[in-house]
């Protein structure tokens, strides 16, 4: 019989971890049920509430919202879920709906499979099932928590859509492979930030060249995103904004490395989430290729945090977090001296200045002069890439030779040591099965041990990639130099400094203290060290 005034609503929901118990709980047989259920004892449905995805002691949910509404409005005032953790899993706001909210407003509810009924009177034990359907959220909770963690540390990546350069592996479950078709947008962005360019300029340049976006991107392969590109002007495609550059330029995906715990909810109940310190952070290196090589990705990270505002000259950005003092280490600061008849501008050792001589020395040197100083030694390896190219190209392989070849040998015998012991490792987790097998050690001591040698393995794996890759690193000498001629000679004999070119031709300037001579003169060396290759004689 058909109940009289019964505008009914059945409410389904299914969270993520709720995905685990299969079709007991699937939004498909939730409806059956209640659909069954209203057909059977003559409820009027007038609408369904779905909330996929939906954490129970989240009551921000869409659907339930919605829901809310309607009962305000009078369109329902029944509601029928599978059961009580259905409709939520926090005991404070369950007893806030069942004992304050539904009776003000009249609302019948009822939970099938819990068979409690607000009209026929709810059973003494709902409030035990709510705060257990509580402890079972938190519980599963700490589950989901505990079970990301050992797959961050094993170098798994859980994602929703790999960055751009990368796509999900066909073959490895949570891990990411390089996707050939679009990691040149990474490197054209890395190879704009290298150039000098800030991340605003970088966005105008790739807007212009109508680069396609990383969500544009999903939209024509995955169709996500449709609700933003399906009906869009052709131009949303490449509308980058500042923000999406400077997350690719500090992501360290793009080095290979995995990132974990940024950010974290509250608690359990509260789902807003909150920035964490870095020292939180759970960082893993080598889970996958890279795609930038640490030098450039650090060179970038260096010219982040050194790059200062525009000033009205134009002079000292040209400059910045170039300049390093030869005995501390610390940037140059700059300045300008205006209490003289003819101001000039200068560079100073910031740690001197901060700290006083007890740390360093002044380091001084003036604007002009370092400016004029780097320009002379600009041109003339312009010239002598024009002159005889095949004779620079020599001795910059011998620089950079002298210059790498303590790291390379280093990195060799690293690399070596951890090749023995990973297969050492190896060979003792294969005598420890075979030992377990025969039964001459426990299972306790079998699992205690192969976990101790499955962490190692793992370590080592890691280790072996990073190693791998920074070799390979030191071993690009030749095309490191033929990189670094191909900029000397764009730059075509330069009659002027700008930020673009000193970043694109050099990593570092040390400025030594100045020697003093009793006749009033002074000596004051500087050395420039170039990118790629290093510092030239």
């Known amino acids: 019989m058909k109940q ?23 939004i498909e047989t939730q409806r059956t049920i209640l659909t069954q259920f209203a057909r059977e004892n003559g409820f009027h449905i007038v609408d369904e509430y779905v909330d996929d995805g939906w954490s129970g002691t989240n009551f921000e949910r869409p ?32 007893d806030y709906y069942l004992e304050f909210y539904f009776p003000e407003k009249k609302v019948r509810y009822i939970a099938v499979s819990d068979g409690e009924d607000t009209e026929k009177g709810l059973s003494d034990f709902v409030p035990f099932k709510n705060l257990f359907n509580e402890w079972f959220a938190k519980d599963t909770s700490r589950k989901v928590k505990t079970s990301l963690n050992a797959k961050f540390r094993a170098g798994e990546r859980t994602f929703a859509y790999a960055p751009i350069g990368y796509k999900k592996h066909p073959d490895i479950k949570n891990k990411l492979m390089v996707d050939e078709e679009t990691r040149w947008i990474v490197e054209k962005i890395y190879e704009l930030a290298l150039l000098g360019n800030g991340s605003a300029k ?45 997350s690719i330029l500090r992501d360290e995906t793009y080095i290979g490395n995995s990132i974990h715990y940024r950010e974290t909810n509250v608690s359990f109940k509260n789902k807003h989430r909150i920035r964490k310190d870095k020292s939180e ?33 134009s002079t000292t950005q040209i400059f910045a977090g170039l300049v390093k003092c030869a005995d501390c280490g610390w940037s140059l600061s700059f300045a300008t001296k205006k209490q003289c008849k003819t101001p000039y501008s200068y560079f100073k050792c910031s740690r001197y200045s901060s700290l006083g001589k007890a740390y360093c020395s002044g380091h001084f040197i003036r604007y002009d002069t370092l400016y004029a100083y780097v320009l002379s030694r600009l041109q003339f390896w312009s010239g002598q890439a024009h002159m005889d190219e095949e004779k620079l190209l020599k001795k910059l392989l011998n620089a950079s030779d002298r210059e790498t070849g303590v790291i390379r040998k280093k990195q060799e015998s690293d690399l070596k040591r951890a090749e023995k012991r990973k297969s050492e490792v190896d060979a003792l987790f294969a005598r420890l099965y075979e030992d377990w ?19 190692e393995q793992a370590q080592l794996e890691g280790q072996l990639t990073e190693l791998k890759v920074r070799l390979n690193e030191t ?10 001629m191909s900029y000397v000679k764009e730059a075509a004999y330069p009659t002027e400094l700008t930020a673009s070119l000193l970043n694109t031709l050099i990593e570092k300037i040390v400025v030594h203290e100045a020697d003093r ?19 030239i004689d």
């Open 202 to 246: 970088v966005t105008k340049l790739l807007i212009a060249e109508k680069i396609p976006t990383p969500g544009y991107l999903n939209y024509k392969r995955y169709g996500t995103f449709a609700n933003i590109y399906a009906d869009a002007p052709e131009e949303k495609s490449w509308s980058w904004t500042i923000a999406q550059v400077k």
């Open 517 to 535: 001579h009793e006749d009033g003169t002074a000596e004051q060396e500087i050395e420039i060290y170039y990118r790629f290759i290093g510092k």
């Open 63 to 94: 659907s339930f919202q919605k829901m809310m509404d309607d009962i305000e409005s009078g369109r329902v005032n029944c509601i029928i879920t599978k059961d009580l953790s259905r409709f939520g899993r926090e005991h404070v706001m369950m």
């Open 4 to 26: 009289p005034n019964i505008n009914t609503a059945i409410y389904m929901r299914l969270s993520r971890d709720d995905e685990n118990y299969g079709d007991s709980v699937s």
């Open 437 to 455: 097998v025969a039964g001459r050690i426990t299972e306790y001591n079998f699992n205690m041990l192969s976990a101790k040698y499955q962490d």
């Open 475 to 484: 071993r690009q000498t030749v095309s490191d130099a033929e990189k670094w």
């Open 281 to 313: 952070w759970l960082r893993i290196e080598g889970t996958h290729e890279p795609i930038i090589s640490r030098s450039d990705f650090d060179k970038v990270q260096g010219q982040i945090a050194s790059r200062r505002r525009e000033r009205k000259d």
